[in-house]
Nanobody
Framework: QVQLVESGGGLVQPGGSLKLSCAASGSIFSIYTMGWYRQAPGNQRELVATITRSGSTNYADSVKGRFTISRDNAKKTVYLQMNSLKPEDTATYYC???????????WGPGTQVTVSS
């Protein structure tokens, strides 16, 4: 079992930056693929970025070059550095932990990011 809690969301102007954090507790954090997803009102939840246990990363085309995902296994935390934010980045951002090849898939409650002037 893994419990996830996101933090760092808020209101930011276009072009600004935010850093999201997701703290995990419970099972062995380092073996999980960690990810950030987002969901805007009226839209489906979509992938933002993932990072595997070995550190390989994957990004949605819409955030490549602007967002960076990283993890600190000692702190059981995954981060999402978001730069050059756009209004279309406005959404609730969710942290995900997935153990590949198993049914172990966990979500945090989400944190709101609003990009507006």
């Amino acid at each position: 079992q893994v419990q996830l809690v996101e933090s760092g969301g808020g209101l930011v102007q276009p072009g600004g930056s935010l850093k999201l954090s997701c703290a995990a507790s419970g099972s062995i954090f380092s073996i999980y693929t960690m990810g950030w997803y987002r969901q805007a009102p009226g839209n489906q939840r979509e992938l933002v970025a993932t990072i595997t246990r070995s550190g390989s990363t994957n990004y949605a085309d819409s955030v490549k070059g602007r967002f960076t995902i990283s993890r600190d296994n000692a702190k059981k935390t995954v981060y999402l550095q978001m730069n050059s934010l756009k209004p279309e980045d406005t959404a609730t951002y969710y942290c995900n932990a997935n153990l590949v090849g198993t049914s172990r898939n966990y979500w945090g409650p989400g944190t709101q990011v609003t990009v507006s002037s």
